[in-house]
């Protein structure tokens, strides 16, 4: 069921090592999501995020590759 994904414990990383890890790893290596809205996304955004407002992000979550990391802002 989709919902236990909600239940997966997470890891969260200061910015500083989410930085890291976009320079250092290739762009195709994670998933990058932005659960803004898209006002706020078309005013910027991290080049290569996908957005995928923090509303809809249940019934989206078949766009992202579940054996990629997934940063998330």
């Known amino acids: 069921m989709r919902w236990r994904q909600f239940l997966t414990p997470v890891t969260s990383i200061s910015t500083d090592k989410a930085k890291n890890i976009m320079a250092d790893q290739n762009p195709e290596a994670f998933n990058l999501v932005d659960v803004r809205q898209p006002r706020e ?3 910027r955004h991290i080049p290569g995020a996908k957005l995928i407002p923090i509303a809809e992000l249940d019934k989206r979550l078949d766009e ?4 990629k990391p997934t940063l998330v802002y």
């Open 64 to 67: 992202l590759d579940p054996a």
């Open 41 to 43: 996304y078309e005013t």
